[in-house]
């Protein structure tokens, strides 16, 4: 039983050790500490009202667009991780807000009609963005469905 069991650990270790993606692999990834305020600075220098809304953010003199205004932050029972804001900003067509007409979000092509700020924003200012950007979503409980047991 000894031997099964060792055996057994072994066994997984091997196959936790085969899950790294090679070069692909984000492990050992990560960005710097960034600051709140420069992040909300960052988010006002590139417009970002301009198609988005963020409870609490006005901008004088952008006009929001009436016909597509992604909502960032919130409540919502899914994480809103660190990476996911990095992609988001940094790949905007990796993954399409959901909740909208196609039409109004993503090109003929498939893509994102989102900038791609890739050229312009510096690393530092991306940093501060993404904090800026993370506690304005709030993790809320998922609420499970309390089914009755019908005897029959």
């Given amino acids: 039983m000894k031997k099964v069991l060792i055996g ?10 085969s899950c790294n993606n090679g070069p692909d692999s984000p492990r050992g990834f990560s960005l710097p500490k960034g600051n709140i305020e420069q992040g909300k600075t960052v988010f006002l220098k590139y417009q970002c ?7 609490g953010v006005e901008q004088e003199g ?3 667009n009436p016909e597509l205004s992604i909502k ?23 993954k399409l807000a959901r909740g909208y007409p196609l039409d109004l979000i993503q090109d003929e092509n498939g893509k994102s009609k989102m900038k791609v700020f890739n050229d ?7 940093v501060d963005l993404v904090t800026f950007l993370q506690p304005q979503y709030e993790l809320v ?10 005897g029959y």
């Fill in 8 to 17: 057994l650990i072994i066994l997984c270790s091997a196959i936790l050790a």
């Fill in 49 to 55: 009202l301009s198609c988005h809304q963020l409870a």
């Fill in 62 to 64: 952008i006009t929001n």
């Fill in 72 to 94: 960032l932050g919130g409540k919502s029972t899914v994480v809103e991780t660190y990476a996911d804001l990095v992609t988001s900003i940094i790949n905007p067509s990796h």
């Fill in 120 to 126: 312009v924003m510096t690393v530092s200012e991306l």
């Fill in 141 to 150: 409980p998922y609420r499970h469905t309390n089914y009755q047991f019908y």
